[in-house]
């Protein structure tokens, strides 16, 4: 599924009846053969602010799964890059792409890092966190960088309502509510609740300042705004 490398629907399937955790421990060794990996495309122009905003010493990717950010560090960081995990097979994948990284493997909303960094990242990892956990994982996060440093993750503008890209994610997230309601372990995947005006309040009261710089290799939509822009909190 997706490419010749990449899940089939079986493994998908098994996946989604996982737990987060174990989820993605089965999916880690064909992950980036999938569209859930980060791009290109978005990390390029990410890179490319937190070059003019940089130089970094010490970064950390959140939630770095197979290390896509990882990389975004490498570029940005003159000090050790650090990436932070649950899942395990993830983690071992990384640890190949990148070996000269910091890999810990532990839960995003009880890091075991205190004041040690300049720059954290994240990447398409704030769907599997309730919208009720996120003020105490921007408070982890806080705690984590040194004052002065930054938190920076891209945002993508919300689909029109009724467009297909609108009703996909509404599709995606039903079935996930569907599938929650009747099985257990859950499996938290849910990307609609992500919304820019709920996260910079979240941010703010964390104890941020929150600037927002359009990604402008992505393009605008038809009224102008920015299809992406790169949050960036400052401790």
């Known amino acids: ?25 089965l999916l880690a060794p064909k992950f980036d053969h999938t569209p859930f990996r980060t791009p290109e495309a978005i990390l390029a122009p990410v890179a490319a602010v937190l ?11 959140l939630c770095c799964g197979t290390g896509a950010g990882l990389g975004v560090l ?20 990384a640890a190949r792409a990148h070996p000269r990284a910091h890999l810990i493997r532990a839960d995003a909303r009880a890091l075991p890092l205190r004041a040690a960094f300049d720059l954290a990242v994240s990447f398409g990892a704030f769907g599997h966190f309730l919208p009720r956990e996120r003020p105490g994982l921007f408070r982890q996060v806080y705690a984590a960088l040194r004052p002065g440093g930054r ?25 996930m509510r569907v599938r929650n ?31 927002l710089y359009a990604l402008e290799e992505l393009g605008r939509r038809a ?11 400052t401790k």
């Open 74 to 93: 490498r570029e940005v960081c003159r000090d050790q890059v650090t990436g932070v995990d649950i899942s395990a097979g993830m983690l071992a994948v």
């Open 51 to 61: 070059g003019a905003l940089g130089p970094f010493d010490r970064g950390l990717d």
């Open 1 to 25: 599924m997706f490419a010749p490398q990449g899940p089939t629907f079986r493994e998908l399937a098994v996946q989604a009846l996982s737990s987060v955790e174990r989820g993605y421990d």
């Open 181 to 211: 309601a009747v099985w257990r372990p859950p499996f938290v995947m849910y990307y609609r609740g992500f919304g820019l005006t709920d996260v910079r309040r979240e941010l703010a009261a964390a104890g941020f300042g929150v600037e």
């Open 223 to 233: 009224n102008g705004s920015p299809r992406s822009r790169l949050v960036v909190a």
């Open 151 to 175: 938190f920076a993750f891209p945002v993508v503008a919300p689909s029109r309502p009724g467009s297909s890209g609108y009703l996909a994610l509404l599709g995606f997230d039903t079935a």
